[in-house]
C-alpha cells in the first residue's frame, strides 16, 4: 500500500506594510520636492503625527494576520529589516518631536546667528508700525520686548512715539500677516504708569523680533525687561532700570539713578548724575563719569572698567571685594589684573590670583592678595596694610613723608630706599622696621613666599603708569583656569 504523500507546508504570505510604507513616504517626499508641499511644514507634520505611521504599520499586520488565518496560513512576521525600520522610524520620531520643542529663535540668539541660518523656519518678512500716544505727567514707562532691541529717546511734546520694526519667520506671506497681527505692540495705562509691551508671543513659539524706538518726556523713569537684543536709554531725568539677557545695554546722559540686571550681558553707562547699580552674570561692564556712587554685585567674566567716579564704589564679585570713596582716575579689572589710577581711600581691597598695580593712592588702604603681585605708588599716605601670599609687594611713598614702618617676609627678600629702616634677615624671615622723618602712617606689609620692597617715589604729583605685572618668585600651586573676576 502507497504511503500518503505529505501535505505541502503552509504558505507564508508577503508583507504589504513595508512597501505601503514606503511608498507613503516617496508620496509625501516627491510632494515636498515638487514644491507642493513646504519642507518646513513636512517637519512640523512628521515631529507631532510620526506615531501614526507605527499604526498603519500596526494595521497592515492585523489585516494580514485575519486574512492568513482564514486561508489556513502563516502571515509573515517582522523581519530583520522591519525591526530596524521601525527601531529608526521611533528614534527619528523622537529627536523630530524634540526638536519642534526647542524655541530655535532662542537658540539662534544664544549662538548669535543671522535669520538665514535656520531655512527651514520659514522666509523673514518685516513689518513696520507707528504708535502714537498721551503720556501723562509725572508717569513712568515700562518696556516689554523679549526680542528685539529697545531704543529709548527724548520727545519734544507730552507724548510717547513708538516706531515698530518686526522681524517674522513663517512659511508663506499669508501666515506671516496672521503672525504680525497676533504680535501687535500695546500701550496701557495704570495709574502713573505706562506699560508697552512689544507682545512679542502673540504668537506662540513662532520666531518674532521687534525693534522697538521710542520717545518720550525726558523728565520719565523708564523701565525695560529685555531678553534678546540690545538697550540703549539716553538722555533721561528720571531714573533707568533695565533687566537683560543675552545683549548689550547701553546709558548715557542720566540725571536720575541707573539699576542694571544683567545675565550674559554688557554694559555702558556714562555721564550720569546719580548713582549706577549692576548685578548679575555680566560679560563688560564699563562706567565713566558718575557724580554718585557706583555698585557693581555679581560675576563678572571679562571686563570692567571705571573712569571718574564722584562717590564710594563698592565692587563684589566671587574672587574679589572692592571699596573705596571715589575714583579720580580710572580702573581697569579683568581675570588677572587690576590697575587702577588716583583711587581716593579708605580702601578695602580682598582678592586672588590677580596682580595688582594701584598708582596715585591717596589715603588709608587695606589690601589683601594671594597667588599675585602687589605694586602701589602712594599720592598721599595713610595708614597701610597689605597681606600677600605667593607675589612680591612693591611699596612706592613720598620721599619727604614721616611714617612708620614694619614690613616681614617669609621665605623671601626686604629691601628699601629709605636708611632709617633697619632691614634683618634669618633663615626664613627678613624684616624691615622703624620710622622715617617725623613718624606718623603705620605702614604694615606681610608676605609669605615673596619678596617686599618700600621705594622713593620718584615724583608725588604725577604717578608712574601701572607696570606690566611681575611673576611671583614662589609658583602656585596648579589649579584650573579662572575665568570671571
Known amino acids: 500500500m502507497a504511503s500518503p504523500v505529505p501535505a505541502p507546508p503552509p504558505r507564508r504570505h508577503f508583507s504589504f506594510s513595508g512597501p505601503i510604507l514606503l511608498i507613503s513616504l516617496g508620496i509625501v517626499f516627491l510632494l515636498g520636492t515638487m514644491g507642493y508641499v513646504n519642507w518646513s511644514r513636512l517637519g512640523h507634520w512628521f515631529a507631532h503625527y510620526w506615531p501614526l505611521l507605527l499604526i498603519l504599520a500596526g494595521v497592515i499586520k492585523l489585516i494580514e494576520y485575519e486574512g492568513a488565518r482564514r486561508q489556513g496560513t502563516h502571515a509573515s512576521g517582522l523581519s530583520a529589516g522591519g525591526i530596524l525600520l521601525t527601531i529608526m522610524l521611533i528614534v527619528f520620531g523622537l529627536m523630530a518631536t524634540r526638536a519642534s520643542r526647542l524655541d530655535w529663535g532662542e537658540v539662534r540668539d544664544q549662538l548669535n546667528l543671522d535669520e538665514g541660518d535656520f531655512p527651514w523656519l520659514g522666509e523673514k518678512y518685516e513689518y513696520e508700525d507707528q504708535l502714537v500716544k498721551d503720556f501723562p505727567a509725572d508717569a513712568s514707562l515700562h518696556v516689554i520686548d523679549t526680542r528685539g532691541a529697545v531704543h529709548v529717546s527724548s520727545s519734544n511734546d507730552q507724548q510717547i512715539?513708538?516706531?515698530?520694526?518686526?522681524?517674522?519667520?513663517?512659511?508663506?506671506?499669508?501666515?506671516?500677516?496672521?503672525?504680525?497681527?497676533?504680535?501687535?505692540?500695546?500701550?496701557?495705562?495704570?495709574?502713573?504708569?505706562?506699560?508697552?509691551?512689544?507682545?512679542?508671543?502673540?504668537?506662540?513659539?513662532?520666531?518674532?523680533?521687534?525693534?522697538?524706538?521710542?520717545?518720550?518726556?525726558?523728565?520719565?523713569?523708564?523701565?525695560?525687561?529685555?531678553?534678546?537684543?540690545?538697550v540703549d536709554v539716553l538722555g533721561?531725568?528720571?531714573?533707568?532700570?533695565?533687566?537683560?539677557?543675552?545683549?548689550?545695554?547701553?546709558?548715557?546722559?542720566?540725571?536720575?539713578?541707573?539699576?542694571?540686571?544683567?545675565?550674559?550681558?554688557?554694559?555702558?553707562?556714562?555721564?550720569?548724575?546719580?548713582?549706577?547699580?549692576?548685578?548679575?552674570?555680566?560679560?563688560?561692564?564699563?562706567?565713566?563719569?558718575?557724580?554718585?556712587?557706583?555698585?557693581?554685585?555679581?560675576?563678572?567674566?571679562?571686563?570692567?572698567?571705571?573712569?571718574?567716579?564722584?562717590?564710594?564704589?563698592?565692587?563684589?564679585?566671587?574672587?574679589?571685594?572692592?571699596?573705596?570713596?571715589?575714583?579720580?582716575?580710572?580702573?581697569?579689572?579683568?581675570?588677572?589684573?587690576?590697575?587702577?589710577?588716583n583711587i581716593i581711600g579708605p580702601l578695602r581691597l580682598t582678592t586672588r590670583s590677580k596682580d595688582v598695580r594701584l598708582a596715585g593712592l591717596s589715603g588709608d588702604a587695606r589690601l589683601e592678595d594671594q597667588n599675585g603681585s602687589v605694586e602701589i605708588r602712594v599720592k598721599q599716605l595713610g595708614s597701610m596694610q597689605v597681606e600677600d601670599r605667593r607675589g612680591d609687594v612693591e611699596v612706592y611713598l613720598p620721599p619727604k613723608a614721616g611714617f612708620q614702618v614694619d614690613a616681614r617676609a617669609r621665605g623671601g627678600d626686604v629691601e628699601t630706599d629709605f636708611p632709617e629702616l633697619k632691614v634683618e634677615t634669618s633663615d626664613n624671615l627678613a624684616s624691615a622696621s622703624g620710622t622715617v622723618g617725623s613718624g606718623g602712617p603705620h605702614l604694615i606689609v606681610n608676605d609669605d613666599h615673596g619678596a617686599i620692597a618700600i621705594h622713593k617715589a620718584s615724583g608725588e604729583d604725577t604717578p608712574e603708569p601701572p607696570k606690566a605685572p611681575k611673576p611671583p618668585k614662589a609658583a602656585p600651586a596648579a589649579s584650573p583656569a579662572i575665568t570671571e573676576n
Open 161 to 230: 512715539h513708538v516706531s515698530v520694526h518686526k522681524h517674522i519667520q513663517a512659511e508663506s506671506q499669508a501666515e506671516a500677516d496672521r503672525y504680525n497681527a497676533k504680535t501687535a505692540p500695546e500701550i496701557s495705562m495704570s495709574g502713573n504708569r505706562v506699560t508697552l509691551n512689544a507682545n512679542n508671543q502673540g504668537a506662540g513659539d513662532r520666531w518674532v523680533a521687534e525693534d522697538l524706538d521710542i520717545a518720550l518726556p525726558r523728565k520719565a523713569a523708564v523701565e525695560v525687561s529685555n531678553r534678546y537684543g540690545d
Open 236 to 341: 533721561r531725568d528720571g531714573d533707568v532700570t533695565v533687566s537683560a539677557q543675552h545683549n548689550e545695554v547701553s546709558a548715557t546722559d542720566i540725571h536720575g539713578k541707573v539699576n542694571l540686571t544683567l545675565e550674559h550681558s554688557s554694559a555702558r553707562v556714562s555721564q550720569v548724575s546719580s548713582d549706577v547699580s549692576i548685578e548679575g552674570r555680566a560679560n563688560d561692564v564699563s562706567l565713566e563719569d558718575v557724580k554718585g556712587g557706583a555698585h557693581l554685585d555679581g560675576e563678572f567674566m571679562e571686563t570692567v572698567k571705571l573712569a571718574n567716579i564722584g562717590q564710594s564704589v563698592l565692587f563684589k564679585s566671587p574672587r574679589t571685594e572692592l571699596q573705596f570713596s571715589r575714583l579720580e582716575g580710572d580702573l581697569n579689572l579683568d581675570s588677572g589684573d587690576l590697575q587702577a589710577t
